[in-house]
């Protein structure tokens, strides 16, 4: 079905109790399960494109692949809001997230980076200044977990030091 809302072409897909909405805005396919998020994205567009986080995360998403963009402050809100109890909570201010989905018959596999000023004190700050290492954790973690965290760092002295400024806070 297709809807026109507020001059902008939305096409909605039901499977039994699944709803999703679609919409191509400069060349790329937007998808939600709301039309109200869908509405709101479309809204933002304009200011998203001028945020300088947003082109850093759009430049690095792989042109061959199925990325998705989060803005993380959103991402930070509906977090704290929907994981009342998160034990390790990612702390968010502004910038944004680029991830590029590899799917196999086998795995989903998500690469990405995370970008925001180096000023903010958020859970990215916690490694300014540390190399990250590989990270192989996934080849061992079972297939019946419904995820993980796992953060790599070379120097425990850097990582515990700015572990101590952020908790000043």
């Known amino acids: 079905e297709t809807l026109t ?5 939305i096409k909605k897909y039901s499977l039994d109790d699944l709803i999703a909405f679609t919409t191509i805005w400069n060349g790329n396919l937007i998808a939600s399960n ?9 809204k933002q567009k304009d200011e998203d494109l001028q945020d300088d986080y947003f082109q850093k995360a759009l430049a690095a998403a792989d042109k061959n692949k199925t990325s998705i963009l ?10 704290k809001s929907t994981f009342k109890n998160n034990a390790i909570p990612l702390n968010f201010n502004n910038g944004w997230m680029s991830l590029d989905f590899d799917l196999s ?13 180096k000023n903010e004190k ?7 200044d540390i190399l990250p290492q590989p990270n192989r954790i996934a080849e061992i973690t079972p297939t019946t977990a419904s995820g993980f965290y796992s953060f790599t760092y070379k ?6 030091a700015n572990l101590k400024d952020q908790s000043k806070d």
């Not at 039309?35 to 994205?41: D, G, P």
């Not at 018959?105 to 000023?117: F, T, V």
């Not at 958020?122 to 300014?128: A, D, G, I």
């Open 34 to 42: 709301s039309q109200e998020l869908l509405l709101e994205s479309l």
């Open 155 to 160: 120097n425990f002295e850097k990582l515990w």
């Open 122 to 128: 958020n859970s990215l700050s916690l490694f300014t």
């Open 5 to 9: 809302i507020e001059n902008e072409s």
């Open 105 to 117: 018959d086998k795995s989903i596999q998500l690469d990405g980076i995370s970008i925001s000023s």
């Open 70 to 79: 989060i803005n993380q402050k959103q991402l930070d809100q509906t977090l």
